[in-house]
């Protein structure tokens, strides 16, 4: 039996890192069926996704020009949902905020890295793809775990 139904990527707006992240993680090839989304702490009213992340996004082959963000709920910490935010105040902020929040990881610790995935938000496009590579390369890693997590299950 597979450890998640369901993969969220977190970002503050839902509107750059986070549709990045799912449109790569949904590019990549799963042993087993995986719901990916993403959402925002902060989306008060759908908004699509940035302009730079979908410039990046395309010229890389992927597109997130029909996502509108979404806001995360208490409904989404199931036990067999897995949350992958961006930033560790991300992570904070969703203990502080959600008390049934449970599977809540850093990208990076989840995969056993350190760092974080900080937001290109008002900067140059190059910042967006530096952010773009950055979570495709976290992302295959990601891939190689849950596959291996799949296969001990």
Known sequence: MKRYDKLIFVSNSDTCRSPMAEAIM???????????ESKGLIALFPEPVNQKAEA??????????????EQLESTDFMDRSLILVMEESLKQKIFEDYENAKNVYLLTEYIGELGEISSPLGKALVDYGECFELLSDLI????????????LC
């Not at 949904?26 to 990916?36: H, N, T």
């Open 26 to 36: 949904k590019s990549k090839f799963l042993l087993g069926d995986l719901e990916i």
């Open 140 to 151: 295959v890693r990601l891939v190689v775990v849950l596959n291996e997590e799949e296969l």
């Open 56 to 69: 990046v996004l395309v010229s890389n082959g992927l597109s997130m020009k029909d996502h509108k963000s």
